[in-house]
């Protein structure tokens, strides 16, 4: 091994050092969070959406992996039986809503009709576009009755998604990762691009704002995730301000993320 390859290993183990020490510094504060939401009977809600292989998953992984199980569970659920197909929408949903001292995370939430069903034909345009009026009332109420909720959507590159799907496509542990619909995602993905900003447009509310992770960079998404939920959360002994500033490069309000599409949109129509 010569020299430069040394200096290249020496420097990725060595931030991989400093990446799970942040890690477990910002893991140790959601436990005293946890314990913050227990006691004073709090509801939290997150729920984390993205194409496929944009990271949610391993975020949520770190985000639980020292919680109290009993008091945080994830949410994923599999696609709707005939009968919950013949329900209210977001019936299915409601039933998995947090309790008093809950933390409940969606791994895909109701916004399942916002990317994946209208894209894949899973659902009739009238269908999308009455969720995408009806989901900023629903939201509300949740807030309003007392819930603290939280949206996440995970934005990968499309570069950095066949990369990834590929790894998925090679990896036995993966696999199961693998569906038919995450095969479509890169042939299908200008409408994907288009149906993310139909839902960043017009479900970003000041109620139920979105924030939006660039995850090429899955450690630095992860990170930032854990910190911007810091930010807006309070409890005992919270570590100094200036331990938990996100990366703005990272961390994106919803609506300057649907500005910035929009003008995308229009600069390739030219």
Not at 40 to 67: C, N, P, Q
Not at 98 to 127: H, K
Request: aromatic share 10%; hydrophobic share 35%.
């Amino acid at each position: 091994m010569n020299k430069s390859s040394k200096k290249v290993q020496i420097w990725v183990k060595r931030e991989k050092l400093e990446y799970e020490k942040e890690l477990r510094k910002l893991q140790v504060e959601l436990l005293k969070f946890q314990n913050y939401v227990k006691e004073k009977g709090l509801r939290v809600l997150m729920l984390f959406e993205g194409r496929d292989a944009a990271g949610k998953g391993g975020t949520i992984k770190r985000i639980t992996d020292h919680l109290n199980p009993r008091g945080a569970r994830v949410v994923a659920l599999e696609k709707p039986t005939n009968k919950e197909q013949t329900q209210w929408y977001f019936q299915r949903y409601v039933a998995h809503l947090p309790s008093a001292g809950e933390i409940v995370l969606f791994d895909r939430s109701w916004y399942n009709r916002a990317m994946v069903e209208p894209v894949m034909g899973f659902c009739t345009e009238r269908q999308h576009r009455k969720f995408l009026r009806d989901v900023p009332e629903f939201e509300k109420m949740l807030v309003e009755d007392g819930i603290q909720l939280f949206k996440f959507y995970f934005s990968v590159s499309k570069k950095e998604q066949a990369k990834r799907i590929k790894e998925r496509e090679n990896d036995p542990l993966k696999q199961y990762k693998l569906s038919s619909v995450d095969r479509e995602a890169q042939r299908l993905w200008n409408e994907y691009s288009l149906a993310k900003f139909m839902m960043l447009s017009t479900t970003h509310t000041s109620t139920a704002p979105w924030t939006v992770i660039k995850s090429d960079n899955k450690r630095k998404a992860r990170l930032n995730t854990i910190k911007h939920i810091l930010n807006f959360v309070e409890y005992p002994n919270k570590i100094n301000r200036d331990e938990i500033v996100v990366d703005r490069d990272i961390v994106i309000y919803g609506s300057d993320e649907a500005i910035r599409m929009e003008k995308e949109f229009k600069f390739s129509l030219k």
